[in-house]
């Protein structure tokens, strides 16, 4: 049984001579969230406004709840879609309050949810104020509020955490999760990518239009040979002594050993009496993106000089 929320299939879109997206397949099963990453001009809005049907394909298929975004039909299934674009803009003349009321008038959401998502975003105690008024993490909370508007079944969230401070960005990926664990998918474009990676179940990332990779993190790590970084106290220099680990030390007490590798290091270390103590971190989504972006713009040079 297909449990696709969302499918692309042999996408392009061009704007004149530029290519923005090309041969784009992916897939968003329900309850998933999908982390899209990529440089400015990568392709990532461009994608968002596929799926929202503002913009048409040049060619391949778009489906969303079993629609093509453009059809006629797929109108009411807009319902179901919260989006929040990464520059949001207000009517600043009306408050706070009007302007999530109006945005529940235009979803047929209920009301009740208006003074809840205020709460939620910490606008409760600036609601009745003018939007001009707003600083740019207010104006981004509000944004969010009226993404989370009608408890969407798919939610596009284009630089959700620009603006946000830390505790704002923690109450956002809280509703996320919560979000996600009522059976909502929903796509998080983001530039800011520590604290990302234990929200999202898989990542695509994007380079001049074209998928470099995708895939779950675990995934993506292994198809990318990145090593784990162990480090350890009290064993100090009886590291080098033991010709098995030797040659996975990069300094004193720190190894980068092959993921296969990992536990059987991890049994090893373990047998050293003086051992205090041990940190294992897997690459990070960091590492992980700069890997594929940097493989793929050598891959596009190669090509562009061979030709």
């Known amino acids: ?151 969407p079944k798919l939610l596009l969230l284009d630089e959700p955490t620009v603006g946000l401070d830390p505790m704002a960005t923690k109450d956002f990926y809280n509703s996320v999760d919560q979000l996600k664990s009522s059976g909502a998918s929903i796509i998080l474009c983001s530039h800011v990518l520590p604290g990302v990676e234990q929200h999202i179940d898989n990542a695509v990332i994007l380079n001049q239009g074209q998928i470099v990779a995708k895939g779950s993190l675990t995934e993506l790590r292994e198809q990318a040979s990145l090593p784990v970084s162990i480090t350890t106290q009290g064993i100090n220099g009886a590291l080098k002594e033991a010709k098995t680990l030797a040659g996975f030390m990069v300094s004193n007490n720190q190894l980068l050993v092959p993921e296969p590798e990992k536990v059987k290091v991890i049994k090893q270390l373990m047998t050293f009496d003086s051992i205090s103590d041990i940190n294992v971190e897997s690459a990070s989504l960091e590492k992980i993106y700069h890997h594929y972006l940097q493989n793929s713009q050598a891959l596009n040079e190669s090509q562009e000089k061979s030709q």
């Open 1 to 151: 049984m297909n449990n696709n929320i969302l499918t692309l299939t042999s996408v392009n879109k061009n704007y004149g001579k530029l290519k923005a997206l090309t041969a784009i397949n992916l897939e968003l099963q329900a309850g998933e969230v999908l982390g899209l990453f990529g440089h400015n001009g990568a392709g990532k809005t461009t994608m968002m406004k596929l799926i929202l049907g503002i913009v048409k394909a040049n060619a391949g298929d778009v489906s969303v709840f079993g629609l093509d975004p453009n059809h006629k039909s797929a109108w009411e299934g807009r319902k179901k879609i919260g989006y929040l674009p990464e520059n949001v803009s207000f009517y600043d003349q009306l408050s706070g309050l009007q302007v999530l009321s109006y945005f529940a008038r235009l979803k047929s959401a209920d009301k009740k949810q208006v003074a809840e998502l205020l709460e939620k975003v910490g606008l409760s105690g600036a609601q009745n104020r003018a939007v001009k008024t707003y600083s740019k993490g207010m104006r981004q909370r509000l944004g969010l509020a009226q993404a989370f508007l009608g408890e």
